[in-house]
């Protein structure tokens, strides 16, 4: 067992002749990225387009929406339109972090910069979370002292709303790529954002046909709740990862199993999964080698299963030989 450290990778790492060049800007040698070279950029070309239409057709409709909302006097409308401010903001922060998570790895990041990428869907969350509160807290002010609201041009502009998020969702749905966390983000404050255009809409329908203002508050808390179940579900989901939890795609019991079931492995201990990115996920484990196995026979067995059963690609296998104590025990 003069081997007892190998590495399970697609692609080499940790090879003694390339490690001072590995912290180069290893895109100009493509043998440092079987992996990482061909899939991120294709990764992160496609949602970055995607996410850049999408804000600015967000963004061009921001302001009408604003604008109608505050002089209809519409809380529904103006709930809205902070919700597209919200998505607009998310667009943006997803745009910067696929940028800054396209950077190079260095010494002092020796994963580059991808969880810039779930930072941002953090930042999303809470940026959804506020926009309720701020929702909630105005329909009880309208619900206590209802206003005119100008039915018309709220029913017009919100069915002007829908339009521009459906056009947004189908732009940040499109594509196989659709995976990434920051387009899944974006795509959550759009497309609760389209219903609350639904809400709007229907607000002014309720007010044009019986003159219910009230409607408008109730519309508003209903977006308000959307909301807030969108942003719950981007922080809850981004806090797992930040938290160095299990992917929630992994089961833990059968990646155990299937280390159990390779010839050679008699025990494993120190076994963790945690993602640095959406989509990248790393396994560790310690394997206890059985008399007369190759330490780095098995590790690259174990490494094959993982790859093929679980697609865990980034998987760094410890081979240890069989203590005599632990062989009573076992």
């Given at each position: ?15 003694a ?13 493509p ?33 009408v929406?604003?604008?109608v909302?505050?002089?209809?006097k ?22 910067i972090?696929?940028?800054i ?20 869907a953090?930042?999303?969350g ?8 701020w929702i909630?807290?105005?329909a ?16 017009a502009?919100a069915?002007?709303g829908?339009?521009v998020?459906?056009?947004?969702a189908?732009?940040l ?10 387009t899944?983000a974006?795509?959550?404050h ?24 009230r ?16 942003g ?30 390779v ?10 999964v ?20 190759h ?19 980034h998987?760094?296998?410890?081979p ?11």
């Amino acid at each position: 067992h003069d081997l007892p450290h190998d590495h399970g990778h697609d692609h080499d790492h940790g090879d003694a002749r390339h490690h001072g060049d590995a912290w180069r800007d290893d895109r100009r040698d493509p043998r440092h990225h079987d992996h990482d070279h061909d899939h991120d950029h294709d990764h992160r070309r496609a949602p970055l387009r995607r996410l850049i239409a999408a804000f600015a057709l967000t963004a061009s409709f921001l302001l009408v929406e604003a604008a109608v909302g505050w002089w209809s006097k519409s809380l529904a409308l103006l709930a809205d339109a902070g919700h597209m401010l919200a998505d607009a903001a998310a667009l943006g922060l997803a745009i910067i972090a696929q940028r800054i998570a396209a950077q190079a790895r260095t010494r002092a990041r020796t994963y580059g910069f991808r969880r810039a990428e779930v930072l941002a869907a953090f930042a999303n969350g809470i940026a959804l979370a506020l926009t309720a509160i701020w929702i909630f807290f105005e329909a009880a002010h309208r619900w206590r002292e209802p206003q005119e609201v100008h039915a018309e041009a709220l029913t017009a502009t919100a069915a002007v709303g829908l339009v521009v998020n459906v056009a947004s969702a189908l732009l940040l749905s499109t594509g196989e790529h659709g995976h990434n966390i920051n387009t899944r983000a974006a795509l959550a404050h759009v497309l609760s954002d389209a219903l609350g255009s639904v809400g709007a809409m229907a607000a002014g329908v309720l007010i044009l046909a019986f003159g219910w203002t009230r409607a408008d508050s109730v519309i508003s808390a209903a977006i308000g709740a959307l909301v807030l179940w969108g942003g719950w579900r981007l922080v809850r989901d981004t806090s797992r990862v930040l938290m160095e939890g299990s992917p929630i795609e992994i089961d833990l019991a059968d990646v155990e199993d299937t280390i159990r079931s390779v010839p050679g492995v008699v025990d494993f201990h120190d076994l963790h999964v945690w993602s640095i990115s959406d989509g990248f996920n790393v396994l560790t484990v310690h394997v206890v080698l059985a008399k007369g196995h190759h330490g780095t026979d098995v590790a690259a067995a174990v490494s094959r299963r993982l790859r093929e059963q679980h697609a865990l690609t980034h998987c760094t296998i410890q081979p240890e030989p069989l203590q005599e104590d632990r062989l009573v025990t076992l």
